[in-house]
């Protein structure tokens, strides 16, 4: 995959284009049907871009309300690209690219470096200033430069709209089985391992603590029962989100014990699937009895993935 990181100024114009734009954030089952439409319209002769926007609009326009991101503008490229994407355009936002009318952003940034035959969006697509561009923006604009829009949503999961806004609920919830229900994959987590203070190793359970990047959301505090990728291969792992209580600590952070595994992580890239937050983080009397909890969390955990290794042998 092809990554562009803005528009215009491409010099000759990419041909045929089946487009599609937005956040993308998660790359959710909503996202999955859009992009499904684009590569089966692609398939008729054509190539699929996607166009995302970094960092997200409110991160420059408010602030204050910007939400914390499910993926890393890294994660949202690679899960683009394992979905058929040809070219991603992670166009950079800025307060003056905020300010392009509609009819602008389509003219003079997208039809100057795109070809475009086809646009395909969320049934709920806004663009422009104001967000006052919709589906019926496009059309009209499609009708005067020849291209074709088609619209694709909502998609549910039971009674719920699939949207990065539920996933981050979910998310902020501790409630990892329903993020992965609407995601359509299992829900994940990077980071670099980094020095901490060495006390689960103390306390016989060694950690490897996890940077995680900046405006990326972490699940809520407490203890999970997670799948974490160690040279290659899913290994079963207890994750811990917190400030660490027993120990009067304010800053925090998110550690990683590897089961039946003591190699050393430090200044790797680790990845982990959450698969259900075993309990709320809570403060106890001591190391002694932070040892015992622990050990039971691990128990835990190795009951909880086990039943869900054999499910999804079973599936």
Same mark, same amino acid.
């Given at each position: 995959?092809?990554?562009?990181? &803005?528009?215009?100024?491409?010099? =000759?114009?990419?041909?045929?284009?089946?487009?599609?734009?937005?956040?993308?954030d998660?790359? &959710?089952r909503?996202h999955q049907?859009?992009?499904?439409?684009?590569?089966?319209?692609?398939?008729g002769?054509?190539?699929?871009?996607?166009?995302?926007?970094h =960092?997200?609009?409110?991160?420059?326009?408010?602030?204050q309300?910007?939400?914390?991101?499910v993926?890393?503008?890294?994660?949202?490229?690679v899960?683009?690209?394992?979905?058929?994407? /040809? $070219?991603?355009?992670?166009?950079?936002?800025?307060?003056?690219f905020?300010l392009?009318? =509609?009819?602008?952003?389509?003219?003079?940034?997208?039809?100057?470096?795109?070809d475009?035959?086809? $646009?395909?969006?969320?049934?709920?697509?806004?663009?422009?200033?104001?967000?006052?561009g919709?589906?019926?923006?496009?059309?009209?604009?499609?009708?005067?430069?020849g291209?074709?829009?088609?619209?694709?949503?909502?998609?549910?999961?039971? /009674?719920?709209?699939?949207s990065?806004?539920a996933?981050?609920?979910?998310?902020?919830?501790? /409630?990892?089985? &329903?993020?992965?229900?609407?995601?359509?994959?299992?829900y994940?987590?990077?980071?670099r391992?980094?020095?901490?203070?060495?006390?689960?190793?103390?306390?016989?359970?060694p950690?490897?603590n996890?940077?995680?990047?900046?405006?990326v959301?972490? =699940?809520?505090?407490?203890?999970?029962?997670v799948?974490?990728?160690?040279?290659?291969?899913?290994?079963?792992a207890?994750?811990?989100?917190?400030?660490?209580?027993?120990?009067?600590?304010l800053?925090?952070?998110?550690?990683?014990?590897?089961?039946?595994?003591?190699?050393?992580?430090?200044?790797?890239?680790?990845e982990?699937?959450?698969?259900?937050?075993?309990?709320?983080?809570?403060?106890? /009397?001591?190391p002694?009895?932070?040892?015992?909890?622990?050990?039971?969390?691990?128990? &835990?955990?190795?009951?909880v993935?086990?039943?869900?290794?054999?499910?999804?042998?079973?599936?």
């Amino acid at each position: 995959m092809r990554v562009i990181r &803005h528009l215009p100024g491409l010099g =000759p114009r990419l041909p045929r284009v089946v487009l599609t734009l937005g956040n993308f954030d998660g790359v &959710h089952r909503g996202h999955q049907a859009i992009l499904a439409r684009a590569r089966s319209v692609a398939a008729g002769g054509g190539q699929v871009v996607a166009l995302t926007f970094h =960092p997200h609009p409110l991160a420059v326009l408010a602030p204050q309300r910007a939400p914390g991101m499910v993926q890393s503008l890294h994660d949202r490229l690679v899960t683009l690209r394992s979905l058929g994407v /040809d $070219v991603a355009v992670a166009q950079r936002f800025t307060r003056a690219f905020s300010l392009l009318e =509609p009819d602008a952003f389509v003219e003079q940034v997208l039809l100057r470096s795109l070809d475009l035959a086809h $646009v395909v969006v969320g049934y709920n697509v806004t663009f422009g200033r104001n967000r006052a561009g919709t589906a019926d923006t496009l059309r009209a604009l499609g009708a005067r430069h020849g291209f074709v829009v088609d619209t694709v949503g909502p998609v549910t999961v039971g /009674d719920v709209v699939v949207s990065s806004s539920a996933i981050r609920r979910a998310i902020a919830a501790g /409630d990892v089985e &329903h993020a992965e229900a609407l995601l359509g994959r299992p829900y994940a987590l990077r980071g670099r391992v980094v020095t901490g203070e060495r006390r689960g190793r103390t306390l016989g359970f060694p950690t490897a603590n996890m940077h995680r990047p900046p405006l990326v959301l972490t =699940p809520a505090d407490g203890v999970y029962a997670v799948r974490a990728l160690v040279d290659g291969d899913w290994r079963a792992a207890v994750l811990n989100v917190g400030v660490r209580p027993t120990f009067g600590e304010l800053r925090r952070t998110v550690e990683v014990h590897v089961l039946d595994w003591d190699g050393d992580l430090y200044g790797r890239w680790l990845e982990i699937e959450p698969v259900t937050r075993l309990r709320p983080e809570r403060r106890f /009397d001591g190391p002694a009895a932070l040892r015992a909890a622990i050990a039971d969390d691990v128990a &835990h955990a190795r009951r909880v993935l086990a039943v869900a290794r054999g499910a999804a042998r079973g599936s």
